[in-house]
């Protein structure tokens, strides 16, 4: 998996892509995963999430969007933004998402073990470098498992508040 000088952040994300396509292909011909097939998988895994998480030339990532991540962070929740992939020739877009499970008995109710949000931010219509929010998001939780519209920011936000997590690592969700 190793990335030569010479090649791009685009042609790494292609070959990497082509990567985790035979990984996967071999894993279903021979019916079973290796332990070094997932050690492979994690690896590309990991370096196609930060190769989007690197926003296009000219763009970052709104500030609504970073206070949220830091906040879920800070809270021992997950975040992720997925920003759109290198070589893209449309308007550049941005998914954040934050998330964690739920521990066994944490919610007297729940139908679920987890709560993940998904805000996207885009540039259609927007000048050069500018986002902004794409319709309401979606969400997923406890109490509501099956995909819906995200409440606001702020509401978010009181979630993950209320909602701690104890250890983020352990609880991946991406």
């Known amino acids: 998996m190793a990335t030569t000088a010479a090649e791009t952040l685009e042609q790494e994300y292609h070959r990497l892509l082509a990567e985790r396509a035979n990984i996967q292909a071999t894993a279903r011909a021979a019916g079973e995963t290796s332990t070094e097939a997932r050690e492979q998988m994690t690896a590309v895994m990991d370096r196609l999430r930060e190769i989007l998480a690197i926003p296009p030339d000219g763009y970052t990532l709104p500030t609504p969007a ?14 992720e933004t997925q ?25 007297e109710y ?10 996207t931010w885009h540039s259609r219509g927007c000048p050069p470098g500018k986002l902004r929010l794409f319709g309401s998001g979606l ?9 819906h519209d995200a409440p606001s920011i702020k509401a978010i936000t009181a979630v993950i508040t209320q909602h701690p997590g104890p250890d983020a690592a352990s609880l991946a969700l991406f």
């Open 83 to 107: 920003w759109t992939a290198p070589g893209w020739h449309g308007e550049p877009f941005v998914a954040v998402k934050v998330g964690r499970r739920m521990e066994p008995g944490e919610l």
């Open 66 to 79: 970073a206070k949220l991540i830091a906040h879920a962070h800070a809270h021992g929740w997950l975040g």
């Open 139 to 147: 969400s997923r939780t406890p109490e509501n498992p099956a995909t």
């Open 110 to 119: 729940s139908r679920s073990d987890v709560w993940l949000y998904q805000l």
